[in-house]
């Protein structure tokens, strides 16, 4: 009884010590959950449920051809929640006995550094250079909307014309010689500031293409443009700056969020049950390692590199006031769940232009052709999918646009989302109680023994709430399996056909040989970038 009735003081005296670190907590929240939203929507792309848009090149090079190729994403496989915290755990040893060898840390770290650095000048670089994308969509937009017309500016002219109208005035007829939207279209300005703009919205969202081929086979190709460029050289200096200076955490962190920021992107559990398998034995090695072993603090704390966000706290009354105290969050405790909701996202993209396809009906499915001489079969129709929108970038013209009843710019961008609201608030709520069992205990706490449970208990409620539990598991991204989704969908419309008369049985044993070899086939295998990261320390 004497317990019980000393918790309410106990509650208080914590909320006490609670409310001082209040805004640093809200920003580790908040920095975590803007890095997983901008990570998933960077990652989405065409789903196999959904038809590839129509490509408009006047070229018609096999160059040109080859610009719109959807991104590729290194799949894991259910082998990998085995290798994953076997290596991880390699790791960490290796470096813990290191730790205890040497007597001065320094060169291991500055190695760690500048290994680390040099990966991070391509992650920061895409960062920023997507950060100077979104700020070019907002300052010239290739469509804009000013409540009644929808504009487009059309390059080669130099001019922004009316594509669709509600009323019709002699003000709208004439096309609008400024690349600037809104209001600050109708400031008259010099004409040659005006040229000036122009050039300067041509340079800054031009796009060059570099093919390298060897033999007939490409071995590079980038699309990049100024802002890529610029973004790269920022990169780059915030790199050398972070190395040559007394390494302040904001540059750490602007480090570490380009590294989530890239591995967001380029890493997918594949699909649901193998991200569950691997995100649970990697539960396991972050439970064994931290309290069982003194292995995962002693790296952490030894160790100074870039693989860690770092909030400053409040400077406490014994504490030196010269040293600063900080909050501590590992880039893996925001990669790992990371992946499973930026997963969410794409199955959502996927089960919202699932439900747009048009089936025919059994009438209107099936039609007679002449298969042979005496014979007729019925063939199939295929299912119509919807035309795939872009659901990235654009920024800037979604939100110019956003005022007009008629813009389809916003169509790609909204769509059901419930998968993904479910995994952020599930992070949300694991790591609340990551910091609250922290701030009790007194002591740093495991963040994935909070977050893995809470992230993968609010995917699969939600799926088992919505009656989809079989259409989650069987989602897959392999580039396989996503290949052979939609070669077998039209391999079965055009090969399923039912005998009217006549044997068919060779026909069959054909047919399903071929589908037995399509869908046997298997991803590539892949390997977590960079085991190291597991040794950042807990929150």
């Known amino acids: 009884m004497a317990s019980y009735s000393e918790l309410p003081e106990r509650l208080a005296t914590e909320w006490r010590l609670l409310q001082p670190l209040l805004p640093v907590y809200s920003q580790l929240i908040a920095s975590a959950v803007v890095l997983i939203y901008t990570g998933a929507h960077a990652s989405l792309s065409r789903p196999s449920s959904a038809a590839k848009p129509e490509k408009h090149s006047d070229a018609g090079s096999d160059d040109e051809s080859e610009t719109d190729e959807e991104p590729k994403m290194e799949g894991l496989q259910p082998s990998d929640a085995v290798w994953f915290p076997l290596l991880a755990g390699l790791t960490l040893g290796g470096l813990y006995l290191l730790i205890k060898w040497l007597e001065d840390l320094a060169l291991l770290n500055k190695l760690l550094n500048w290994y680390f650095s040099s990966l991070g000048v391509v992650a920061v670089g895409r960062l920023l250079g997507d950060g100077l994308n979104i700020i070019v969509s907002f300052l010239f937009p290739a469509t804009w909307s000013d409540g009644h017309f929808l504009w487009h500016v059309d390059h080669n002219q130099w001019l922004a014309r009316a594509l669709s109208h509600q009323s019709f005035s002699s003000e709208h007829d004439q096309p609008k010689k400024t690349p600037l939207p809104g209001l600050a279209s109708r400031i008259p300005l010099p004409v040659g500031f005006?040229?000036?703009?122009?050039r300067l919205k041509c340079l800054t969202t031009e796009r060059w293409r570099l093919v390298v081929k060897m033999h007939g086979?490409?071995?590079?190709?980038?699309v990049f443009g100024v802002s890529d460029i610029a973004g790269l050289i920022m990169g780059f200096c915030a790199v050398v700056a972070y190395q040559l200076t007394s390494r302040p955490w904001w540059l750490m962190n602007v480090i570490g969020c380009g590294f989530t920021y890239g591995s967001l992107q380029i890493m997918s559990p594949t699909t649901f049950w193998t991200g569950t398998m691997v995100l649970g034995t990697l539960l396991c090695y972050d439970i064994?390692?931290?309290?069982f072993t003194p292995l995962m603090v002693t790296v952490a704390l030894s160790l100074d590199v870039p693989i860690k966000l770092l909030?400053?706290?409040?400077?406490?009354?014994?504490q030196d006031p010269s040293k600063q105290d900080m909050a501590l969050l590992g880039l893996g405790d925001i990669i790992l769940p990371g992946i499973m909701i930026c997963l969410a996202l794409r199955f959502d993209l996927y089960q919202c232009y699932a439900h747009k396809q048009i089936r025919p009906t059994s009438d209107e499915g099936t039609s007679l052709k002449p298969d042979s001489p005496g014979e007729l079969v019925a063939e199939a129709a295929r299912p119509v999918k919807a035309v795939y929108l872009p659901a990235t970038g654009q920024w800037g013209e979604r939100f110019w646009s956003s005022n007009h009843p008629d813009s389809t710019l916003l169509a790609g961008k909204s769509f059901p989302k419930p998968y993904f609201h479910a995994g952020i608030a599930g992070y949300v709520s694991g790591l609340l109680t990551t910091l609250g069992v922290m701030q009790f205990s007194g002591h740093a706490q495991p963040a994935l023994l909070y977050l893995v449970p809470a992230v993968l208990f609010s995917l699969w409620c939600t799926?088992?709430?919505?009656?989809e539990i079989k259409d989650m598991w069987q989602y897959s991204e392999s580039p396989d399996e996503t290949k052979t989704t939609e070669t077998h969908v039209n391999t079965k419309n055009d090969t399923h056909r039912t005998q009217l008369s006549g044997s068919s049985s060779k026909k069959q044993g054909a047919s399903k040989e071929i589908c037995s070899m399509v869908l046997t086939s298997l991803s590539p295998s892949t390997s977590f970038p960079e085991g190291s990261t597991r040794t950042d320390s807990p929150t």
């Open 194 to 198: 005006t040229r000036f703009l122009w």
């Open 463 to 467: 799926a088992v709430l919505r009656g």
């Open 311 to 318: 909030f400053p706290r409040p400077t406490r009354s014994n």
């Open 217 to 222: 086979n490409r071995l590079l190709r980038l």
């Open 288 to 291: 064994y390692f931290v309290f």
